[in-house]
């Protein structure tokens, strides 16, 4: 059996896509879905059980579990970046994840687990995933620090080979749709084209960056959940490492491309940046995709134009947009 967490939510549904693409469908999904829509992820997949994310934490933390597991994908966190309360991301993101990481290993279970771009924090110490750099990063909010602290605490108890981190860069695609604020800007922004015919975007405070020259590595959920698959079949492949294209896009090529999708021409509107945000925004983030490749990891990233216009077109043009349907 295979345990998503976060499995109704936007990564983590789009995994248990692939795996039913792949013939699988001995999945026990582990997540919350409250009175969100997520739940609407789920219609169209093939999974064995749904199990709230409390009861399955309850169950491994008593070394409890009912059934035999092949492996964890702990896709299931909190993925607010401006999420106050940081007790709840602390246990939440971190003593969570650490109580599932600590049951696989203890039954040698394959364990693939969500880390964050945002660990980099504003990018000064770079972006390479080289795990003699990961302690010198420092987060400039508490989402990406209780990302960064399991990250740390796997490298602590030297556990970098015996289970795999991924820090996903600026994912988008279908069923991210429940995420609210934390959507994409192609999903926002879609939606402000149809509602308005115009997309804003905030200006730019440094002299070095057009307005909407702002640059991010934005990486289509398909591509993600490719590599994630392949992960999976290589349990031999551990550590912790970076998840995006490798090549940086500016916010300006993204709503072009969603404009080029829609057959509409561009039109950008500049507004500025609430002054609360200006000393936490990423200016440019980019994957150091070196360590995966080096893995022999075929990873292979769809163009931005063409990720955005199978999104657009295939997805959120649609009446029912949602992977698996």
């Known amino acids: 059996m295979i345990v998503v967490t976060g499995g109704a939510g936007f990564i983590g549904s789009a995994f248990v896509w692939k ?15 409250g009175t969100s829509e997520k739940w609407k992820n789920l219609v169209g997949l093939r999974y064995t059980d749904y199990l709230h994310r409390d ?8 070394d409890a579990v009912p059934f035999e597991v092949s ?9 607010s970046t401006t999420e106050r309360d940081a007790d709840f991301l602390w246990t939440n993101n971190f003593a969570y994840t650490r109580t599932l990481a600590e049951w696989a290993l203890k ?16 990018g000064t110490q770079g972006f390479s995933d080289l795990h003699d750099k990961i302690a010198s990063l420092k987060p400039i909010n508490m989402y990406g620090y209780s990302k960064q602290v399991f990250d740390l605490w796997v490298l602590r108890n030297r556990l970098e080979y015996k289970v795999t981190g991924i820090k996903f860069f600026n994912v988008f695609g279908p069923n991210e749709y429940h995420k609210g604020d934390m959507s994409s800007v192609i999903f926002k922004s879609f939606h402000q084209i149809r509602q308005t015919g115009k997309v804003q975007l905030f200006k730019s405070y440094l002299p070095e960056y057009q307005d909407g020259g702002q640059m991010r590595d934005f990486v289509y959920v ?3 959940v490719n590599v994630m698959w392949w992960l999976l079949q290589n349990p031999g492949t551990n550590g912790i490492f970076n998840l995006g294209t490798g090549k940086a896009r500016t916010w300006n090529d993204l709503i072009g491309a969603v404009y080029a999708a829609m057959d509409l021409k561009t039109r950008i509107e500049y507004m500025d940046m609430p002054a609360s ?13 070196t360590k995966l490749k080096q893995t022999g990891c075929p990873a292979a990233f769809s163009s ?6 199978d999104y657009v077109v295939n997805y959120l043009q649609k009446a029912d947009p949602h992977l698996g349907i």
Request: hydrophobic share 40%; charged share 25%.
């Open 19 to 33: 795996l039913n693409q792949e013939g699988i469908e001995d999945i026990v999904i582990v997540d919350r879905l």
């Open 55 to 62: 009861a399955f934490g309850e169950m491994a933390t008593r």
């Open 71 to 79: 492996a964890i994908i702990h896709m299931g966190a909190c993925s």
């Open 107 to 122: 039954h040698a279970v394959r364990f693939i687990y969500a880390s964050s771009a945002a660990t980099y924090g504003d």
């Open 222 to 224: 398909k591509d993600c």
């Open 277 to 289: 945000l200006r000393s936490q925004y990423q200016y440019f983030t980019q994957a150091d995709m």
């Open 304 to 309: 931005l134009e063409d990720s955005v216009r």
